[in-house]
Structure formats: C-alpha cells, structure tokens
C-alpha cells in the first residue's frame, strides 16, 4: 500500500506504531526530504501542530549518504542545522532494523535525541524520535 502524509496524521499512535515495526529499514536516503512532525496522533490537533512546526521550526532533513550524516531544515528559512549521524541499527522500539538518525556526537543542541526510520512507501519514511530512551513524537519524511 501507498501512504501519503495525510492518512498518517489520521492514524492513532497504535497505527503508526505497528505499521512501522511492520516495514522494512529501507536503503539510508540520499537528498532533501519534506518533514512532517506527527504530534497527538489521532487527535483533531495532529494536523493543525504540524502545519505550525513546519512553518516555524523544522521543514525536514537533508541526507549525505556517502559521508554517513544529515542535516536539518529548521526555521522558516529552511535554514540547513543540527547534524545527526546515519546508520544502519536496531530499532529500540522492536529491536528489528531500522535507519538511525544519531545525534549524540554531532550536536550540542540536541545530543539526547535519536531517531529512527522506516520505509512505508516508495521515498517515504516513518520515524520516531526518542529524547533519552523516553518515545518522543513521531514524523515523517517524504522524498
């Protein structure tokens, strides 16, 4: 099945959770990304919350595959920060392969986040984000 960014933000947490332990890790993702933060899933908020973060504060990422990192669209302006290191791992919510998005030795700002993907469509991915080993929100990024 085909996802699109809408029926995302109409799932429950529920959904989200099992359709991702239930997708493949996917190839690590090369170029820019459009983000979608997923936050109160399956409330009349989760849409409204995303539209303001994406306008005010992350747009998405940016993937350099070969050098094994990404950056951040943040801001308004899309403004290319925040750096993660990406690789290959187990996923901490069902220790299966996922993509990782490790921010504990590139960022001062956000060392304590980690965040893991999964492909649920062609070029679209569903993530997670954990701040610590505490289940944060979840986004996804579309190719």
Not at 5 to 24: H, I, K, N, R
Not at 29 to 38: D, F, H, K, Q, V
């Amino acid at each position: 099945m085909a996802y699109d960014v809408q029926q995302l933000l109409d799932m429950t947490q529920q959904q989200l959770d099992e359709l991702f332990t239930a997708s493949p890790a996917g190839d690590i993702p090369s170029g820019e990304a459009e983000g979608t933060a997923i936050i109160a899933p399956g409330t009349r908020y989760t849409e409204s919350i995303a539209k303001m973060v994406n306008f005010f504060g992350w747009q998405g990422k940016v993937f350099d595959p070969e050098h094994g990192v990404l950056k951040n669209k943040v801001s308004p302006f899309g403004i290319q920060a925040i750096v993660a290191q990406v690789y290959k791992g187990d996923s901490w919510l069902d220790q299966k392969e996922c993509v990782v998005l490790d921010y504990s030795k590139t960022s001062v700002v956000a060392h304590w986040i980690r965040d893991e993907i999964r492909l649920i469509s062609p070029s679209f991915y569903l993530g997670k984000v954990y701040w610590g080993k505490e289940r944060l929100i979840d986004f996804c990024l579309k190719f």
